[in-house]
């Protein structure tokens, strides 16, 4: 698999990204944290992510997926674009009063059920990576999710999403490395930082082989974190297999991740 270090610039103070929920939707290394390994120029990447949440055990109405067809681009060994877009199925908690009121009501059969899988949000998405350090390599992210239609009509969605994300990695081994990301994200006229770390390693006797680790997110703002044991796996040369389940800290929210990569 085609995957070196990438050389890169520091330019990316104008630049935007959001990488809702889920996290960094191209990162080839871990399933939310953001790699400081990208596309090498003129490299694609063609993916699928899946995600089944459950944000209240006793409330099914919190339930909802997301799937997330997305592709991602070297412009050069140093600079990535990726753009993705969400499809989603929110149940009724996630609805506005407006979104209820479409349905008929917060008692209507239809509002109970939630409106059908609609096109939620867009991503685009740049990231750069500067040249390997030998303490800790160091890369930039930044992009904005804009809502589409049925957002606005059933989430009350009405602004546009901007993260700019620091990227801090260091190999501990070969194939071994520990990565931290630190994000700053605003919406409308609210700010909050969020961080993210992240653990892997090789599992089978080729190094390149099946690799498992263990990703934390959370945020600056209270106590709340949640934790994903993963398994990454390069299923041929060029294809990579992911699967997680992200637990709150008191073990009640919970989230199923699969996705599959293919690189060309």
Known sequence: MAMRK???VAVLAAGVLYLP????????????????????????????????????PNDPSQNHWEFTPGISYGVTDWLMVDFHTHYAKFGSGHLSDEGLERLGGDES?????????????????????LPPNRFVNVG????VEFPFK???????????VYEFELILDRELG?????????LHVREGDEDWEEWRVGIRTPISPNPEGIAAGIEFTGNFEDSQWFMMP?????LQRNIIG???????KEFEASRFHASLMYIF
């Open 109 to 129: 059969p239809a509002a109970t059920l939630g409106p059908s899988p609609f096109l939620e949000a867009g991503t685009i998405a740049l990231q750069v990576a």
């Open 150 to 160: 049925g957002a606005k009509r059933y989430l009350g969605a009405e602004d546009n």
């Open 21 to 56: 929920q889920a996290g960094a939707h191209h990162a080839l290394e871990y399933i939310d944290v953001s790699s400081y390994t990208i596309t090498e120029q003129g490299q694609f990447i063609v993916y699928g992510l899946y995600d089944n949440m459950v944000d209240d």
């Open 242 to 248: 992911k699967m997680g389940l992200e637990l709150s």
């Open 174 to 182: 070969e194939h071994q490395r520990i990565t931290a990301n630190i």
């Open 6 to 8: 990438s050389l890169t």
């Open 230 to 234: 993963g398994i990454y796996a390069p």
């Open 140 to 143: 930039f992210g930044a992009a």
